[in-house]
């Protein structure tokens, strides 16, 4: 029993009910969008994403975690706006989306670094720290819609110092809100173990954390390892693939699923999309700027659910990976 703080209001971790671990509203550079994007109309933003999550509610899901943060554009307003108007769950994130560098306001702020922060003792030494607590324990942007967990990134560049600052003050905040941690790593270069060393040596307790993008990979060696460390592994970008992934295919992510399961990792193991209503990251014109033809948000639950089941995976086990782990991750 732990309160989650939602866009809309507080619940408790057991009403969470069926959750998508990693789905976006809007992934756009806000700066970006107002210069060069008048396509992007806000009515029309809002109006879409209401439809889409209405259709994922009546498609049987409860509760999804919107793990947009900072260099990803999220806009409290805007995902509230949404979250208004739909009866599904909501759950904002804080920290850092890069691969390489800090955003240039902490490039120059932080220990050691030009403009340092008087520090009282016993307070972190870096004040990314506080953003981050209080983004969790206060609210966002001014606003009392507080996020409820963590988010960092580490990709091909690997540890770059930035990143390791970025993973070590998500660690602090993790510490001292008890909040859990989600990771965007990259399944090729196994940068999901990388994340678990720097995370473990702060101090985190890796079951709080989550392997973002797991399901990238066939090689169950590698996510094998993950899990032994005690993390839950993102199944989390059904309806991606194509020459994108290296050719990568719905097949795939199922296979390596069921290969999980069968050797006991189905309490280690969430799903999702990692899908967006709009995002800036395609050409005007693009149809991803809107929704990929075959990605949708409702993958999981019309085609992987039905998928799982029919390669003997259990209603049980399935349950495990929609309700019972996103749960336990939240709860302390
Ligand atoms: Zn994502």
Known sequence: MTAVSTLTGTIDSSALGRVLVHEHLFVLNEEYRYNYRPDFVEEDMIETAVEQLAELKAAGIDTIMDPTVLGLGRFI???????????????????????????????????????????????????????????????IAGTDIRASFLKCAIDTHGLTPDIERILRAVAQAHLATGAPVTVHTDSHSRSGLLAQDVLEAEGVDLPRVIIGHSGDTKDVDYLRAVADRGS?????????????????????????????????????????????????????????????KDLTFLVVSQQAVPALLDRGVTQAQVDEMLIHNPRRYFER
């Open 232 to 292: 839950i592994l993102g199944m989390d970008r059904f309806g991606h693939g194509g020459e994108e992934f290296g050719g990568f295919t719905f097949g795939d992510r199922i296979n390596t699923i069921v290969a999980l399961v069968e050797e006991g990792y189905s309490d280690r193991i969430t799903l999702s999309h990692d899908n967006f209503v709009f995002a800036d990251f395609y050409p005007p014109g693009e149809p991803r700027n809107r929704l990929e």
């Open 77 to 139: 307003h805007r995902m509230k706006a949404v979250a208004d108007r739909v009866e599904l769950n909501i759950i904002p994130a804080t920290g850092i989306y890069t691969y390489r560098d800090v955003p240039f306001p902490f490039t120059y702020v932080g220990p050691g670094l030009g403009y340092d922060v008087d520090r009282a003792p016993g307070q972190p030494a870096d004040f990314m720290v506080d953003h981050f607590v209080n983004d969790l324990t206060v609210g």
